[in-house]
């Protein structure tokens, strides 16, 4: 549910929504101003979000949980990495998010 509504504002180009909904970890390591430059960078090169398919997850602790999705864009298809904890508040809060952009976890498909 939270990586849809995170793909859902990517596709709308809501990218200072998305850092909103990040941890305040994730703000303290990356400046706004930062992130909607790597943002928009990402949009240019991979192109709007089309589909993801659940690859494999891992459960940390009763807090935390790493997500990898093949995510399907419009140019690439690659692997996804989103990190979600638990704050205090028990407010699910994105901590941090990674494009395998070199195959580590998976191929890089290009599409386009």
Same mark, same amino acid.
């Given at each position: 549910e939270e990586v849809d509504k995170l793909f #859902?504002?990517? $596709?709308?180009?809501?990218?200072?929504?998305?850092?909103?909904? #990040?941890?305040?970890s994730f703000k303290n390591? =990356?400046?706004?101003?930062?992130?909607?430059t790597v943002m928009g960078t990402k949009m240019k090169i991979l192109g709007e979000f089309k589909g993801l398919k659940l690859q494999y997850s891992n459960v940390i602790n009763s807090k935390s949980v790493e997500l990898?999705?093949?995510v399907?864009?419009?140019n690439y298809s690659l692997i996804e990495e989103f $990190?979600?904890?638990? $704050?205090?508040?028990q407010k699910i809060c994105?901590?941090?998010?990674? =494009?395998d952009d070199a195959g580590k976890h998976g191929e890089v498909i290009k599409l386009h």
């Open positions: #859902s504002l990517y $596709n709308k180009g809501e990218y200072a929504e998305i850092y909103d909904l #990040s941890c305040d390591a =990356t400046a706004r101003k930062d992130f909607l990898y999705y093949r399907d864009y419009i $990190n979600y904890i638990k $704050n205090d508040g994105l901590q941090a998010m990674y =494009t």
